[in-house]
DNA sequence: AGGTGACTGTGAAATTATTTTCATAATTTA
DNA sequence: TAAATTATGAAAATAATTTCACAGTCACCT
């Protein structure tokens, strides 16, 4: 074997920069169930990844085989070097690194916590929780801690487009009292308080629900006291091998409510949305394309 | 599926007695190479068996499947699933909810991009990339867009505490360029662009890098044009059944690089976070318990 | 704005490979 | 020895791959 020491996947990604945008998609979705799709045939191939059958010859070709049964026969030799590989063990995540490496050690921990997360959470009451949160007839505030505001901040970059009647609380001002005087009976506060628990969080939650607001808090698994006035609290597992927490597994949460709740008020996003991309568009903020 | 939880290796190892001595031959063959010599074609199969062609087209038809290009195909299905961790083929996540509830499909997508993004990221990279982070004589900009500007945020706010030279560029005001007059040869960007990728970040890029500055820039699977500057890049999976991105992968690779530039600089972390927490205790911001 | 060139998809034809199925002879097994 | 099983070789049928020409699209450049 003369080069035959790196896989077909690592060519691949090596020649990731030569190759012409359908080229590249083809190659990733090659790369996303690999090594079966391209051990099927050719023409299932490239409907998988939505290219057409002479782009897969082309890229085939370009990657140094001389047919596409060529380069199967390739991917089977790979396959059957692996499994007879006793080291070729898969509970690594970066499988070209240590075990002990960093990267294996903390994805380790952060599935983990969306294990354990997700097993503890009470699916009626996350529902309950994106019902409350699409209501566009209840005023909504989002508001976060010192780490957290940056979370509050995501949730509340999504929930402006598929929304109106929403506040982003700045709590770290001296200010918030005063979007508080604005709420009213039956508003929505979404609040993100995990260690280290801050007092005007608390403050801020025990006033907004003496004004009959309704409270969802995104914590974590020791559940910051403001679950005290918290009328759905979403508890999170947060233990990373770090000196931090994570927030990897509260922010598929907040992804997962965004995503419910964009589905719960689909029919009213539909248009905000195309309008936002009218807009974008104008102001030629994003790239088209490449 | 009524009987597809059993593998085929299974099937033909059921069925092993009732075979004949030929099938027998060709079945423990097969099982040899499993099941990489099952993909290849009839007659390479047969060979490799010393068995006849017929002989392998009988066996296969003993196995109830319709043709030899089926049981392929039901091998191939096979290896999909059997390439994704035992860990990221759990069933359901949240236990209490069906498997159709978001809650579970939202997080199987998420662990998937986390597989496949951890399998594709190298390692060397990602040290070297956190190696620079962690040089504290070279000053830190970090930038993000309209969405991402939260996750470099997230970035931000922990690397301060960590290291002193860094800024954080908000790149959706105008004054960016005024940051980078400060910029100097050697000095490191971190730069978050997923799609849709913008305009004012690529030029940014640009200018930096012409300034002579390291850029690490965190993007997804199909990268931004940035990373034509980048000398590190680093693509996440960001695909989930929303009508948005998810950044939690990005997350994880954000919060894991974080952790290893804190191990990098602990000796002179360790005094920045305890003189820190004194001045939280002082503002008395922080609840000590409960 | 308009032109240029690179890239892609389409459809189809030619080619090649693979599978299926026979009949028959050889071999094994009971 | 008879019956069952196999291999052989080959033909037919099927499927897959390769290769075109051409047209549409998109990015890029002037």
């Known amino acids: 074997m003369t080069e035959a020491s790196q896989t077909i996947s690592d060519q691949i990604q090596k020649?990731?920069?030569?190759?012409?945008?359908?080229?590249?998609q083809l190659a990733l979705s090659i790369l996303e169930n690999y090594p079966a799709s391209g051990l099927g045939?050719?023409?299932?191939?490239?409907?998988?990844?939505?290219?057409?059958?002479?782009?897969?010859?082309?890229?085939?070709?370009?990657?140094?085989?001389?047919?596409?049964?060529?380069?199967?026969?390739?991917?089977?030799?790979?396959?059957?070097?692996?499994?007879?590989?006793?080291?070729?063990?898969?509970?690594?995540?970066?499988?070209?690194?240590?075990?002990?490496?960093?990267l294996n050690r903390f994805t380790d921990?952060?599935?983990?916590?969306?294990?354990?997360?997700?097993?503890?959470?009470?699916?009626?009451?996350?529902?309950?929780?994106?019902?409350?949160?699409?209501?566009?007839?209840?005023?909504?505030?989002?508001?976060?801690?010192?780490?957290?505001?940056t979370l509050a901040e995501y949730f509340y970059l999504h929930m402006q487009v598929i929304r109106p009647n929403l506040?982003?609380?700045?709590?770290?001002?001296s200010t918030w009292p005063h979007y508080l005087?604005?709420?009213?009976?039956?508003?929505?506060?979404?609040?993100?308080?995990?260690?280290?628990y801050e007092n005007n969080i608390l403050k801020l939650a025990e006033i907004a629900r003496s004004r009959g607001a309704k409270l969802i808090l995104f914590t974590d698994q020791w559940r910051s006291p403001v679950h005290h006035f918290a009328d759905i609290s979403l508890s999170c597992r947060i233990m990373v091998p770090s000196a931090w927490d994570s927030a990897a597994t509260t922010m598929l949460l907040i992804e997962t409510m965004i995503s419910s709740v964009q589905n719960l008020n689909w029919d009213d996003t539909k248009d905000r949305i195309e309008t936002l991309e009218v807009m974008f568009d104008q102001t030629r903020l994003f790239r088209k394309f490449t």
């Not at 506040?167 to 001002?173: G, L």
């Not at 005087?181 to 280290?196: M, S, W």
């Open 181 to 196: 005087l604005n709420a009213k009976k039956g508003d929505i506060v979404v609040i993100f308080d995990v260690r280290r």
């Open 41 to 102: 045939p050719l023409t299932a191939l490239a409907n998988d990844a939505n290219v057409s059958v002479p782009t897969v010859a082309r890229m085939v070709q370009k990657l140094g085989f001389k047919s596409y049964p060529d380069f199967q026969s390739e991917l089977r030799e790979e396959l059957r070097a692996k499994v007879k590989n006793p080291i070729a063990k898969h509970d690594m995540w970066a499988e070209t690194a240590p075990s002990e490496h960093l």
């Open 109 to 149: 921990a952060v599935i983990d916590n969306i294990r354990l997360t997700l097993t503890q959470i009470n699916p009626a009451e996350f529902d309950a929780a994106c019902g409350l949160v699409a209501d566009q007839s209840r005023h909504l505030f989002i508001v976060g801690g010192r780490i957290t505001h």
């Open 167 to 173: 506040t982003h609380v700045q709590s770290t001002s």
């Open 15 to 24: 020649k990731l920069d030569d190759f012409t945008r359908a080229e590249r």
